[in-house]
């Protein structure tokens, strides 16, 4: 690891938590995690349901069981929508740089790749340690995402107002009959 001059952690959910897990002891500079989960103990989170089923194959009371130990700047990627999401981000202490992704759920790589910006992305971060400045105009393509418009429209925040619904109804209608979703 030394012979690179900066040393940079990637991963994505159950990579994430690898990635932040180790991140102290690869001595890495900065991680970029896109919706890491931050432990799959089941004492920690009870309120996972992956670390049920996880469990099940694998004895997560070990001592290296918690990511949030983490002491690395973390720029993380997420649903802010995203219940299990949000406690897992919330769980780490270290620095981290929050770059939400609204309405997407646990589809975070998914989504940056059918609007064309996962390379991107992951390319900006490498080289500047940010994500592009254009990002948030660029992540405005997800209405054209069919998975999209389907988790906006079961209002998860239920804050949405009955206009706002029939705004997303009629673009998803449109784009139904059209065939013009950027990804189903």
């Known amino acids: 690891m030394s ?3 900066t040393k940079i952690g990637y991963g994505i959910s159950l990579g994430g938590f690898a990635s932040a897990l180790y991140a102290n002891d690869l001595h890495v500079d900065t991680c970029l995690l896109l919706m890491p989960q931050s432990t799959f103990c089941k004492k920690i989170a009870p309120w996972e ?12 009371n070990s ?3 918690d990511a949030s130990i983490c002491k690395v700047p973390l720029t993380i990627i997420y649903d802010p929508l995203s219940p299990c999401d949000v406690k897992h981000v919330k769980r780490f202490t270290c620095q981290v740089t929050h770059v939400p992704l609204y309405g997407v759920g646990h589809r975070i790589p998914r989504a940056l790749k059918h609007m064309g910006m996962l390379s991107t992305v992951v390319n900006s971060f490498i080289s500047t340690g940010k994500v592009p400045e254009d990002y948030y105009s660029l992540t405005r393509d997800r209405k ?7 988790n906006i429209l079961k209002n998860p925040t239920k804050k949405s107002s009955l206009r706002r619904r029939f705004v997303f109804l009629k673009l998803y209608i449109k784009l ?3 065939k013009t979703f950027l990804a189903t």
């Open 3 to 5: 012979l690179f001059k």
């Open 49 to 60: 349901s992956k670390s049920k089923a996880a469990c099940v194959h694998e004895n997560w």
């Open 63 to 65: 001592e290296y069981n």
């Open 144 to 150: 054209y995402l069919k998975y999209y418009l389907k």
């Open 176 to 178: 139904s009959l059209t």
